[in-house]
């Protein structure tokens, strides 16, 4: 281990402590974003609604993941039904849908913040923003309800309708110290069926939940809806995802431990590709000297201009090869010996007794043999065995 691996090595040891100090005596920071979200404890997601939900609705809820488009599209004799939307974008072709199936005699409850366009224009109503009060109460208008309320004292949205078509109906009010009362909750009349407006999500998140008396408004509210099925468009009811670092992503302190052991090895592999390397030697490769032998021994022959030893030489060098490779008898240079190397070469029987023919000349001592004889010779055997 050499010096400069040993000083990168302390200094992260002295970060990665720093780090946990700093983790172990930061304060918890309270989220109080709101996500609303069913899978989500913070103030204001609706954990604690998801949870509760089935039981509000006697056990006759649905929760889908799909586009109110895509449901309806393979649910298209469903008989009249409740339609729950809270704070869940939709699209257009989607809310043609929900107003087809409301025109056919279903109830659409909608919890949103920010009431969408082809709703508003649809049914005629617009909402904007009625108050900056740091807090406010929700109340029914029903008699019956008189006693129900819930006071908003964290981030209300201070939403409202400031316009209402002729015919529709208030059923719930904000109620503020230094203002009038104005309308958020309202039912539409819409062909056969209603459409429940709410635009004060906040009722339905886990902090207000969880405090005494609050649970009643939010019975109150849904009690509008029929006793029958009821379709929750829910977009956080979704396929968890598989990533294999999901984990350590969502926990901030295994996510910061990864993102600084990230950077720790880029440091390291940066620093230490700059490092100095020995000097390596270049060693020359013995030369291969065989092939110049070769040539040498060729070039002796030619000048010599001893064609039949040539011939000789080349036919042993042949025979022996075929008793070695293809375990043939050489004995006897025959029909038998031709037969059986055509079978093993499949060469034609016209180039192998061509080829004998060369072959007994070059072992008799007593023949004459030109240099076209060597040569044809050497093409012959090189193209029986290669």
Not at 189 to 192: A, E, H, M
Not at 301 to 312: K, N, P, S, T, V
Not at 314 to 317: D, E, G, M, S, T
């Given at each position: 281990?050499?010096?400069?691996?040993?000083?990168?090595?302390v200094?992260?040891i002295?970060?990665?402590?720093?780090?946990?100090?700093?983790?172990?005596?930061?304060?918890?920071?309270t989220?109080?974003?709101?996500?609303?979200?069913?899978?989500?404890?913070?103030p204001?997601?609706?954990?604690?609604?998801?949870?509760?939900v089935?039981?509000?609705?006697?056990?006759?809820?649905?929760?889908?993941?799909?586009t109110?488009?895509?449901?309806?599209?393979?649910?298209?004799?469903?008989?009249?039904?409740?339609?729950?939307?809270?704070?869940?974008?939709?699209?257009?072709?989607?809310?043609?849908k929900?107003f087809?199936?409301?025109a056919?005699?279903?109830?659409?409850?909608?919890?949103?913040?920010?009431?969408?366009?082809?709703?508003?224009d649809s049914?005629?109503?617009?909402?904007?923003?009625?108050s900056?009060?740091?807090?406010?109460?929700?109340?029914?208008?029903?008699?019956?309800?008189?006693?129900?309320?819930?006071?908003?004292?964290?981030?209300?949205?201070?939403?409202?309708?400031?316009?209402?078509r002729?015919?529709?109906e208030?059923?719930?009010?904000t109620?503020?110290?230094?203002n009038?009362?104005?309308?958020n909750?309202?039912?539409v009349?819409?062909?056969?069926g209603?459409?429940?407006?709410h635009?004060?999500?906040?009722?339905?998140t886990?902090?207000y939940?969880?405090k005494?008396?609050s649970?009643?408004?939010a019975?109150?509210v849904?009690?509008?809806?029929?006793?029958?099925?009821?379709?929750?468009?829910?977009?956080?009811?979704?396929?968890?995802?598989?990533?294999?670092?999901?984990f350590?992503?969502?926990?901030p302190?295994?996510?910061?431990?990864?993102?600084?052991?990230?950077?720790?090895?880029?440091?390291?592999?940066?620093?230490?590709a700059?490092?100095?390397?020995?000097i390596?030697?270049?060693?020359?490769?013995?030369?291969?000297?065989?092939?110049?032998?070769?040539k040498?021994?060729g070039?002796l022959?030619?000048?010599?201009?001893?064609?039949?030893?040539?011939?000789?030489k080349?036919?042993?060098?042949f025979?022996?090869k075929?008793?070695?490779d293809l375990?043939?008898?050489?004995?006897?240079?025959?029909?038998?010996?031709?037969?059986?190397?055509?079978?093993?070469?499949?060469?034609?029987?016209?180039?192998?007794?061509?080829?004998i023919?060369?072959?007994r000349?070059?072992?008799?001592p007593?023949a004459?043999?030109?240099k076209?004889?060597?040569?044809?010779?050497?093409?012959?055997?090189?193209?029986?065995?290669?």
């Open positions: 281990m050499n010096k400069t691996f040993k000083i990168y090595a200094i992260f002295v970060v990665m402590i720093i780090l946990a100090l700093f983790e172990v005596n930061k304060t918890e920071s989220d109080w974003r709101k996500n609303f979200k069913t899978d989500q404890k913070s204001f997601g609706i954990f604690i609604f998801n949870h509760e089935k039981d509000l609705f006697k056990n006759k809820l649905t929760k889908s993941d799909q109110p488009y895509d449901y309806y599209n393979q649910n298209e004799t469903k008989k009249a039904h409740n339609i729950l939307i809270i704070e869940h974008e939709v699209d257009g072709e989607s809310w043609n929900v087809d199936e409301v056919k005699g279903s109830d659409a409850m909608l919890i949103v913040s920010d009431i969408p366009k082809e709703v508003s049914i005629g109503y617009y909402d904007s923003k009625i900056f009060e740091e807090e406010n109460i929700l109340k029914l208008t029903d008699k019956k309800y008189r006693n129900d309320f819930i006071r908003l004292d964290k981030f209300p949205s201070g939403r409202g309708f400031t316009f209402i002729p015919g529709a208030v059923l719930g009010k109620v503020e110290k230094n009038t009362d104005q309308a909750f309202i039912r009349n819409y062909g056969k209603h459409f429940y407006v635009c004060e999500p906040l009722f339905i886990n902090y939940l969880l005494k008396g649970t009643k408004y019975q109150d849904f009690s509008y809806l029929d006793d029958r099925e009821t379709i929750w468009f829910d977009e956080s009811n979704t396929v968890e995802s598989h990533f294999f670092m999901r350590i992503l969502s926990n302190a295994l996510k910061y431990a990864w993102w600084l052991l990230l950077g720790g090895l880029l440091l390291f592999i940066f620093f230490n700059k490092r100095k390397q020995r390596v030697p270049v060693v020359e490769p013995l030369k291969n000297t065989s092939v110049d032998f070769v040498s021994i070039n022959y030619l000048q010599e201009g001893d064609f039949h030893d040539m011939m000789a080349k036919a042993q060098y025979l022996n075929v008793r070695m375990l043939i008898d050489t004995q006897n240079l025959d029909a038998e010996f031709a037969k059986k190397l055509h079978l093993k070469t499949g060469k034609p029987m016209e180039t192998i007794d061509e080829a023919v060369l072959i000349k070059a072992q008799d007593y004459q043999v030109m076209e004889d060597l040569s044809r010779m050497n093409k012959l055997l090189d193209e029986i065995i290669r």
